[in-house]
């Protein structure tokens, strides 16, 4: 079986080597590096079984298929595509991996802070609600992070507050908020190529790896219907 993943960029990704451990390298992973969602989309239509979506093609995945998952229909953003009946289905595994890189750390949380209001925000907003958080959402605009469905704060605002858990999902190049309130909080960050708070002085670092692993298991196991060999894909990560 063939898949692949289509955003810009995704030169780096790890999801190649992920899915050859995981299955033996008996199913192909390709890169799909295109400026525009409709020619990433006709790539997919043109010869591959399913496709992961990153940044900046979630939003776009999410009205372009046909059905939607649970999961993808509350968060607005769809991160895998697959064939079904009625046409293509639209999942969204970064809940997954938000989860099992969370429950990994064996702490239970109250407080989230989620800074960014992208796809990848828009997950960790559904997984810290499903925890059993009280969430909030900050970023470079208010109104954005307000449309998360969560009480929306400005940056300097997100300073004052003692999350115990921050969910950070801006991308690796964006600056870094000041202030933001790391000390005492367990910090996940999205972003795994270019990290910008693995040195963060904080309670404990969760690299966008751990995140990774989990959508990426909880992905395969939709694309091909077989349990993936997750111990090789941890000696790729």
């Known amino acids: 079986m063939r898949f692949a993943l289509i955003g810009h960029p995704v030169a780096g ?8 451990a995981g299955y033996g390298g008996r199913h192909s992973y390709d890169l799909l590096d295109f400026e525009r969602f409709e020619d990433a989309w006709q790539a997919f239509l043109d010869g591959y079984d399913g496709i992961n979506v990153t940044a900046p093609f979630k939003q776009d995945a999410f009205r372009r298929v046909d059905v939607l998952s649970p999961r993808a229909q509350a968060t607005g953003a769809v991160n895998l595509v697959v064939p079904c009946d009625q046409g293509f289905i639209g999942h969204n595994t970064d809940v997954d991996g938000v989860l099992m890189a969370l429950q990994e ?18 997950a960790a907003v559904y997984a810290a609600k499903e925890m059993g958080c009280h969430v909030t959402v900050t970023g470079r605009s208010v109104e954005k992070a307000a449309a998360l469905g ?17 969910l950070y999902t801006l991308p690796g190049r964006a600056p870094v908020p000041e202030g933001l309130p790391l000390a005492q909080a367990v910090v996940l960050e999205a972003e795994y190529r270019i990290p910008q708070l693995s040195a963060a002085n904080c309670r404990m670092y969760v690299s966008g790896r751990r995140w990774m692993l989990g959508q990426a298991v909880a992905g395969y196991r939709l694309f091909t219907g077989e349990e993936p060999n997750v111990q090789e894909m941890l000696q790729v990560l």
């Open 150 to 166: 969560c009480l929306a704060v400005s940056f300097a605002d997100a300073a004052r507050l003692t999350p115990d858990v921050v």
């Open 13 to 20: 990704s790890l999801s190649p080597r992920l899915i050859a």
């Open 105 to 122: 750390t064996g702490l239970s949380f109250a407080d989230a802070l989620v800074v960014g209001t992208g796809g990848a925000a828009r």
